[in-house]
Nanobody
Framework: QVQLVESGGGLVQAGGSLRLSCAAS????????MGWFRQAPGKEREFVAT????????YYADSVKGRFTISRDNAKNTVYLQMNILKPEDTAVYYC?????????????????WGQGTQVTVSS
C-alpha cells in the first residue's frame, strides 16, 4: 500500500501564491505517475496537473496552465504543486494521487492511491 499526505494549503488573497506538497510512504517503489486534482463544493473532482515518473512529461488543465507548476523529488518521495496568480475560482480541496502506471493521466480512475486533501481558499 501507499499512503499520501498533502500539506501546504491555506487562505491566500487573489494574486498570491501557495506551494502544496504531497509526501508518499509505504510501497513507494510502485509509484509511477502522480497527479493533483481538486474538488470545489458541489462540483465533481477535476484534474489539475500530472507528472511522469522521470519528470520528463507533465500536463496541465487549461484553467491552470501558465500559473501552476507540478514537480517531484523521487529521492524524497514527494510531489509539489506551485500555484501562482491564484484566483477565487481556484478555491477547492486539493488532492494528491499516485498511479502504478507509467505515463501521465488526467482521469481519476487511472490513479490507485489518494491523499486526504488539503483546503485552498483564495479570497477576492
Amino acid at each position: 500500500q501507499v499512503q499520501l499526505v498533502e500539506s501546504g494549503g491555506g487562505l491566500v488573497q487573489a494574486g498570491g501564491s501557495l506551494r502544496l506538497s504531497c509526501a508518499a510512504s509505504g510501497r513507494t517503489f510502485s509509484i509511477a505517475a502522480m497527479g493533483w486534482f481538486r474538488q470545489a463544493p458541489g462540483k465533481e473532482r477535476e484534474f489539475v496537473a500530472t507528472i511522469s515518473r522521470s519528470s520528463s512529461n507533465s500536463y496541465y488543465a487549461d484553467s491552470v496552465k501558465g500559473r501552476f507548476t507540478i514537480s517531484r523529488d523521487n529521492a524524497k518521495n514527494t510531489v509539489y504543486l506551485q500555484m501562482n496568480i491564484l484566483k477565487p475560482e481556484d478555491t477547492a480541496v486539493y488532492y494528491c494521487a499516485a498511479s502504478n502506471r507509467l505515463g501521465v493521466f488526467t482521469t481519476t480512475h487511472e490513479y490507485n492511491y489518494w491523499g486526504q486533501g488539503t483546503q485552498v481558499t483564495v479570497s477576492s
